[in-house]
């Protein structure tokens, strides 16, 4: 595969949405199917008009979990952990961020602020980017219930009034630590009107991961390492897939779980998928997905996607004032 560059462009700071919109419905939707002409203005209320009779619309039904813990040591100072991804060989413990991790050796136990409760014991350092293993001292959804509370994108600055603003309609099995952003826009009212239009809704389930926050820093894209990231697929809805007019994926994880169903022939499986310039497509014809920051693994899939096209489409949102990154607005493009 030939060097590919890291997709770049200048975001503003007054671009980036700090709240979301109501009703979800009412986000902007820069409508660019249509190739050969200018993209359109709507919102995301009008979905359903876009699509056919016959189009399976793909949603990625995983439920965020709040995953920042903030407790303390048992001196009283203050410690946070920041939950990524559980342990498939231990069901009591997770890989995390700790903080202040210098000072969190392994065998520390962190408690509930304000209380005496054992939460989690401090384990071995994983990585060089600090993860490490955390071993909780009950069991961890309750824990991660009672003390856990949610883990917003870092360049969210304003508070989250209703948490569950950060879930979609739908978001049925826990898992996630960042929501999947492009579906947040969805309503029961869209939902009926999908299939009302004679299309088919179904779902799958990735684990977002905090990686999908992390920039390129490589000079060359391909220099990158990819996250990974649990999916399952539905034996229904990969027959519903395989035999769709279009399949319209609803974000970039719908479209990464697709992708690495159709190359490796696994419903369920652990995805280090990295979709640049130059993959060659399988399962998705048609995306709906927010503007994605600049030099990001989310831009590069959208690159492969629809090709060097989308820096106009970004050039045209800017100017428009459409809102950017995960409170903000959408846009729904075609396979090159």
């Keep these: 595969?030939?060097?590919?560059?890291?997709?770049?462009?200048?975001?503003?700071?007054?671009?980036?949405?700090?709240?979301?919109?109501?009703?979800?419905?009412?986000?902007?939707?820069?409508?660019?199917?249509?190739?050969?002409h200018p993209?359109?203005?709507?919102v995301v209320a009008d979905l359903p008009g876009?699509?056919?009779?016959?189009?399976?619309?793909?949603?990625?039904?995983?439920?965020?979990?709040?995953?920042r813990l903030p407790l303390r040591k048992g001196t009283g100072g203050a410690a946070e952990v920041m939950l990524l991804e559980a342990d498939p060989s231990d069901p009591q413990s997770w890989v995390a961020l700790v903080?202040?991790?210098?000072?969190?050796?392994?065998?520390?136990?962190?408690?509930?602020?304000g209380g005496t409760e054992a939460v989690v014991e401090i384990g071995a350092r994983l990585d060089e980017d600090g993860r490490r293993r955390v071993h909780f001292l009950s069991p961890p959804g309750a824990a991660i219930d009672r003390h856990g509370v949610m883990a917003l994108p870092p360049y969210i600055h304003a508070p989250l009034e209703r948490p569950e603003r950060y879930q979609t309609v739908y978001a049925a099995r826990p898992g996630s630590v960042a929501a999947p952003t492009a579906g947040l826009h969805l309503t029961e009212a869209v939902l009926r009107a999908i299939e009302a239009r004679g299309a088919t809704l179904a779902t799958?389930?990735?684990?977002?991961?905090?990686?999908?926050?992390?920039?390129?820093?490589?000079?060359?894209?391909?220099?990158h390492v990819m996250h990974r990231e649990r999916y399952r697929i539905p034996p229904a809805t990969w027959d519903a897939c395989?035999?769709?007019?279009?399949?319209?994926?609803?974000?970039?994880?719908?479209?990464?779980?697709?992708?690495?169903?159709?190359?490796?022939?696994?419903?369920?499986?652990d995805s280090d998928l990295f979709i640049q310039p130059g993959f060659d497509f399988a399962a998705v014809d048609v995306?709906?997905?927010?503007?994605?920051?600049?030099?990001s693994t989310l831009l590069l899939l959208l690159e492969a996607f629809i090709g060097p096209r989308w820096r106009d489409l970004y050039g045209d949102a800017l100017r428009r004032g459409y809102r950017f990154l995960s409170f903000g607005d959408a846009m729904i493009v075609g396979r090159r």
């Design 39 to 42: 993209p359109l203005d709507r």
């Design 242 to 269: 395989r035999s769709a007019q279009r399949v319209v994926a609803i974000g970039t994880t719908t479209v990464r779980a697709l992708e690495s169903a159709a190359r490796t022939g696994k419903l369920e499986a």
């Design 204 to 223: 799958l389930d990735l684990e977002v991961g905090l990686g999908t926050f992390r920039p390129v820093s490589a000079e060359r894209a391909e220099d």
């Design 1 to 36: 595969m030939a060097t590919v560059e890291v997709p770049d462009y200048d975001l503003p700071d007054e671009a980036v949405a700090q709240t979301p919109v109501e009703p979800r419905h009412a986000a902007r939707l820069l409508d660019a199917l249509d190739p050969d």
């Design 287 to 295: 995306l709906l997905t927010n503007f994605h920051l600049p030099r």
């Design 99 to 113: 903080r202040p991790g210098r000072r969190l050796p392994p065998g520390t136990v962190l408690y509930a602020p």
């Design 50 to 67: 876009l699509l056919r009779p016959g189009d399976v619309v793909v949603v990625n039904d995983s439920r965020v979990i709040p995953a």
